[in-house]
T-cell receptor
Framework: DTAVSQTPKYLVTQMGNDKSIKCEQN?????MYWYKQDSKKFLKIMFS???????INETVPNRFSPKSPDKAHLNLHINSLELGDSAVYFC???????????FGQGTRLTVV | GENVEQHPSTLSVQEGDSAVIKCTYS??????FPWYKQELGKRPQLIID?????GEKKDQRIAVTLNKTAKHFSLHITETQPEDSAVYFC????????????FGKGTMLLVSP
């Protein structure tokens, strides 16, 4: 019954590795997002994906790449992980842009 | 792009008191202003939102006010309870086709019994 689900919930990995976080929503929403929440709790948009169009926050390193196999999924792939990538990553979805965003439970990524 | 400032960063109140959190935004094209509550270790969840065609909205103990001219909006919580303790985020969104929420930096609210 979970509306927006992410896996894994926790991810510990070494610097330089490549990892993916999966996100699925069963709400039938058209728009999905990835947010990064740093240690100071600041929520920052990374990507939004609507109707097959990807909007990228220009501050996001190109080591981060979202992949959407279909409207219900927006996965996040990260190459060459760095210590500064450690954060909680939230997937979210909304019916259309500019409406309520429903968040997943978050993935706590720790790079060692 | 949009910039959202939120104050205060921390707020401590006694149970039963009122709490007010204020936000300002930079882009006059913003027209959607939600507030999210995030409990420790949990996901952000919407508690109330307002659109620019409305000046005030209330839901039980929670209210939001919007001043478009001054480009600021506020969250008001009355009769606070310990379970209101959490981090609260304001956000703003421009009403274009691919707009995204820009969040403030959050306010940690602590309600003491």
């Amino acid at each position: 019954d979970t509306a927006v689900s992410q896996t894994p919930k926790y991810l510990v990995t070494q610097m330089g590795n490549d990892k993916s976080i999966k996100c699925e929503q069963n709400l039938g929403h058209d728009t999905m997002y990835w947010y990064k929440q740093d240690s100071k709790k600041f929520l920052k948009i990374m990507f939004s994906y609507n109707n097959k169009e990807l909007i990228i926050n220009e501050t996001v390193p190109n080591r981060f790449s979202p992949k959407s196999p279909d409207k219900a999924h927006l996965n996040l792939h990260i190459n060459s992980l760095e210590l500064g990538d450690s954060a909680v990553y939230f997937c979210a979805s909304s019916p259309v842009p500019n409406t309520e965003a429903f968040f997943g439970q978050g993935t706590r990524l720790t790079v060692v | 792009g949009e910039n959202v400032e939120q104050h205060p960063s921390t707020l401590s109140v006694q149970e039963g008191d009122s709490a007010v959190i204020k936000c300002t935004y930079s882009d006059s094209a913003s027209n959607y202003f939600p507030w999210y509550k995030q409990e420790l270790g949990k996901r952000p969840q919407l508690i109330i939102d307002i659109r620019s065609n409305v000046g005030e909205k209330k839901d039980q103990r929670i209210a939001v006010t919007l001043n478009k001219t001054a480009k600021h909006f506020s969250l008001h919580i009355t009769e606070t309870q310990p379970e209101d303790s959490a981090v609260y985020f304001c956000a703003a969104s421009i009403g274009s086709g691919y707009s995204t929420l820009t969040f403030g930096k959050g306010t940690m609210l602590l309600v003491s019994p």
